[in-house]
Protein backbone atom coordinates (compact mmCIF):
# COMPACT_ATOMS: atom_id res chain seq x y z
CA UNK A 1 0.00 0.00 0.00
CA UNK A 2 1.38 3.57 -0.98
CA UNK A 3 0.61 6.59 1.42
CA UNK A 4 -1.64 7.95 -1.96
CA UNK A 5 -3.55 4.52 -1.81
CA UNK A 6 -4.02 5.15 1.60
CA UNK A 7 -5.40 8.61 1.44
CA UNK A 8 -7.51 7.32 -1.80
CA UNK A 9 -8.95 4.99 0.45
CA UNK A 10 -9.58 7.34 3.50
CA UNK A 11 -11.54 9.47 0.72
CA UNK A 12 -13.67 6.65 -0.50
CA UNK A 13 -14.99 5.81 3.04
CA UNK A 14 -15.17 9.02 3.59
CA UNK A 15 -13.30 8.56 7.21
CA UNK A 16 -10.74 10.53 9.08
CA UNK A 17 -7.24 9.50 10.07
CA UNK A 18 -8.33 9.14 13.94
CA UNK A 19 -10.76 6.35 12.75
CA UNK A 20 -8.25 4.81 10.46
CA UNK A 21 -5.51 4.94 13.28
CA UNK A 22 -8.01 4.04 15.86
CA UNK A 23 -9.46 0.46 13.87
CA UNK A 24 -5.41 -0.44 13.14
CA UNK A 25 -4.28 0.07 17.03
CA UNK A 26 -1.75 2.96 15.80
CA UNK A 27 -0.66 6.28 16.59
CA UNK A 28 -2.64 8.83 14.74
CA UNK A 29 1.03 10.34 14.29
CA UNK A 30 2.13 7.01 12.35
CA UNK A 31 -0.74 7.27 9.63
CA UNK A 32 -0.70 11.37 9.52
CA UNK A 33 3.76 10.36 9.15
CA UNK A 34 2.90 8.02 6.20
CA UNK A 35 0.61 9.35 4.35
CA UNK A 36 2.41 12.25 3.83
CA UNK A 37 5.28 10.69 2.65
CA UNK A 38 7.35 11.90 5.68
CA UNK A 39 7.31 8.46 7.78
CA UNK A 40 8.40 4.51 6.84
CA UNK A 41 6.77 2.87 9.29
CA UNK A 42 7.33 -0.89 9.97
CA UNK A 43 5.60 -3.72 7.68
CA UNK A 44 3.65 -4.44 10.04
CA UNK A 45 2.09 -1.15 11.25
CA UNK A 46 1.38 -0.57 7.04
CA UNK A 47 0.23 -4.22 6.80
CA UNK A 48 -2.27 -3.30 9.78
CA UNK A 49 -3.10 -0.29 8.18
CA UNK A 50 -4.46 -1.79 5.45
CA UNK A 51 -6.24 -4.77 7.04
CA UNK A 52 -8.48 -1.60 8.69
CA UNK A 53 -8.89 -0.29 5.30
CA UNK A 54 -9.83 -3.83 3.54
CA UNK A 55 -12.16 -4.33 6.80
CA UNK A 56 -14.13 -0.83 5.99
CA UNK A 57 -14.66 -2.43 2.60
CA UNK A 58 -11.76 -1.34 -0.03
CA UNK A 59 -9.83 -3.12 -2.12
CA UNK A 60 -6.24 -2.41 -3.28
CA UNK A 61 -5.96 -2.51 -6.95
CA UNK A 62 -2.37 -3.64 -8.19
CA UNK A 63 -0.36 -1.42 -10.87
CA UNK A 64 -1.97 -1.98 -14.25
CA UNK A 65 -0.12 0.60 -16.50
CA UNK A 66 -2.08 3.59 -14.19
CA UNK A 67 -0.25 3.02 -11.19
CA UNK A 68 -1.40 1.39 -8.07
CA UNK A 69 -5.59 2.16 -7.16
CA UNK A 70 -8.17 1.40 -4.76
CA UNK A 71 -12.19 0.99 -4.85
CA UNK A 72 -14.81 0.27 -2.89
CA UNK A 73 -15.85 -3.69 -2.07
CA UNK A 74 -19.17 -4.63 -3.80
CA UNK A 75 -19.54 -6.84 -1.01
CA UNK A 76 -17.96 -4.64 1.69
CA UNK A 77 -19.83 -3.12 4.78
CA UNK A 78 -22.57 -1.10 4.58
CA UNK A 79 -21.66 2.21 3.59
CA UNK A 80 -24.71 4.25 4.78
CA UNK A 81 -23.99 7.85 6.20
CA UNK A 82 -24.97 11.27 4.98
CA UNK A 83 -23.71 12.08 1.72
CA UNK A 84 -24.47 7.93 0.45
CA UNK A 85 -27.63 6.18 -0.13
CA UNK A 86 -28.87 3.23 2.12
CA UNK A 87 -29.26 -0.34 0.64
CA UNK A 88 -33.08 0.61 0.23
CA UNK A 89 -32.53 3.53 -1.79
CA UNK A 90 -33.46 5.99 0.80
CA UNK A 91 -31.02 8.77 1.19
Known amino acids: MTPAQCRAARALLGIEQADVAKAASVHRNTLVGFESGEGTPRASTVAAIRAALE ?4 VFLDENGNGPGVALSRTGP ?3 GPDRTDPAGQA
Open 55 to 58: TAGV
Open 78 to 80: DRT
